[in-house]
């Protein structure tokens, strides 16, 4: 007796890859600020502690260097959040408190990213037939 396929031949890369792979699509041009707030004696402060850990990555800071980057640590048995003011005056609250870290990654990918503004492409490049037609 076989076992059933499952629906995958390849085997997955890992979830640090799954990580690196969601931190390559961050933008941060549409906020303004945010703000991570956790209690570092509390149970699910690992996964918050690891999102700014991958968050301060100068790739991403990059992307929006105005961008106020704040960690606020409290003792008072919070659940870990982040909050993220966005540039239109709109905030945007995660609670992290049974999320993982990518899960925190693909929510803020899903939710903040898509508001950013498109880059427009440059069509200034003349091509070397186009010089010639010009003369």
Not at 72 to 86: A, F, K, Y
Not at 94 to 99: E, Q, R, V, Y
């Amino acid at each position: 007796m076989s076992l059933p396929f499952s629906g995958s031949k390849s085997k997955s890369a890992g979830v640090f890859s799954a990580i690196r792979k969601q931190t390559q699509l961050l933008n941060l041009k549409p906020a303004k600020k945010v703000l991570v707030k956790f209690d570092p004696f509390g149970e699910n402060a690992v996964t918050v502690r690891n999102f700014m850990y991958y968050f301060h990555i100068p790739k991403i800071i990059n992307t929006n260097p105005a961008c106020i980057l704040r960690n606020q640590v409290v003792n008072d048995r919070t659940e870990p959040t982040i909050e993220v003011s966005l540039v239109n005056g709109e905030s945007v609250l995660f609670k992290c408190s049974n999320l993982t870290t990518l899960e925190i990654f693909q929510q803020f990918n899903k939710h903040i990213t898509p508001l950013a503004p498109k880059e427009e492409i440059a069509d200034n490049v003349v091509t070397k037939t186009e010089k010639k037609k010009k003369r």
